[in-house]
C-alpha cells in the first residue's frame, strides 16, 4: 500500500541548534514534494517544493533533500528558534494531478 | 490579496440540519481544494475543482456537496451529518499543481 511516513510524532531540540525532520514514503513515484507548517487551530502553511530532478532547495535557514532512490525527504531549519516550533507535513503530488497527499506530520518543539 | 479566506470560523450543527460552508480567494488560481483534518492527524484531501469543474471527488459521502460558482469562490453544502464528521475543514488554492497551495484558516465544524 502507499504510505507517507514522517520520522517522528515530536521532536524536541535546543534552540540555535539545527532541526532535521524526515519524510519517508513508499509505493509513489511523485514529481514534487512539498514542506508546510502547519500551527495549532490554523491551515498550513506552504515552505518550498522540491522536484523530483532537483536534490536540494535551500531558503533562508530551511533546507530540502529529495533522494528518489531512497524515496526520502529531509527538511533541516538552521539555527532553530522558539518561533519554529509548529508541525511540520511533507506532502507529495503525482504528476499531472492535483491530488496532494499530505504525511503525518512531526510536532517540532524548540526549547528556549 | 495573497489569501484564502473561509467563513464561518466555527460552525455547531445538528445532525439534520443543512449548512454551507464557504471559501473565496482572488489570487487567480484556477485549482482550488477541500481537505477534513481530524484532531492530530493529517490534512485529507475530499475535492479538487480544477477550472470551476470537479475533477477529483475522494469517495466522499453524498451528505458533503460541493459547488464552484465561479473562479474565486468555493462552497461546501452539508446535510445530515454525523457527530464523526466534526473536524477542520480547510479550503485551498493553487495556480497551478507545480506550485505550493494557499490554505484558508479552516472552518472548525462540531456535528451534535
Known amino acids: 500500500s502507499q504510505k507517507i511516513e514522517q520520522n517522528s510524532e515530536a521532536l524536541n531540540i535546543q534552540e540555535g541548534k539545527t532541526a532535521t525532520l524526515t519524510c519517508n514514503y513508499t509505493?509513489?513515484?511523485?514529481?514534487?514534494l512539498q514542506w508546510y507548517r502547519q500551527d495549532p487551530g490554523r491551515g498550513p502553511v506552504f515552505l518550498l517544493l522540491?522536484?523530483?530532478?532537483?536534490k536540494e532547495k535551500r531558503k533562508e535557514r530551511l533546507k530540502v533533500t529529495f533522494d528518489t532512490t531512497l524515496k526520502q525527504s529531509l527538511f533541516h531549519i538552521t539555527a532553530s528558534q522558539p518561533a519554529d516550533s509548529a508541525t511540520y507535513l511533507c506532502a507529495l503530488r503525482m504528476d499531472s494531478s492535483y491530488k496532494l497527499i499530505f504525511g503525518s506530520g512531526t510536532r517540532l518543539l524548540v526549547r528556549p | 490579496d495573497t489569501e484564502v479566506t473561509q467563513t464561518p470560523k466555527h460552525l455547531v450543527m445538528g445532525m439534520t440540519n443543512k449548512k454551507s460552508l464557504k471559501c473565496e480567494q482572488h489570487m487567480g488560481h484556477r485549482a482550488m481544494y477541500w481537505y477534513k483534518q481530524k484532531a492530530k492527524k493529517p490534512p485529507e484531501l475530499m475535492f479538487v475543482?480544477?477550472?470551476?469543474?470537479?475533477?477529483i471527488n475522494e469517495s466522499v459521502p453524498s451528505r458533503f456537496s460541493p459547488e464552484c460558482p465561479n473562479s474565486s469562490l468555493l462552497n461546501l453544502h452539508l446535510h445530515a451529518l454525523q457527530p464523526e464528521d466534526s473536524a477542520l475543514y480547510l479550503c485551498?488554492?493553487?495556480?497551478?499543481?507545480?506550485?505550493?497551495?494557499?490554505f484558508g484558516s479552516g472552518t472548525r465544524l462540531t456535528v451534535v
Open positions: 485551498a488554492s493553487s495556480s497551478s499543481p507545480n506550485y505550493g497551495y494557499t
Open positions: 522540491i522536484r523530483e530532478n532537483e
Open positions: 475543482y480544477s477550472y470551476e469543474k470537479l475533477s
Open positions: 509505493n509513489y513515484s511523485p514529481a514534487y
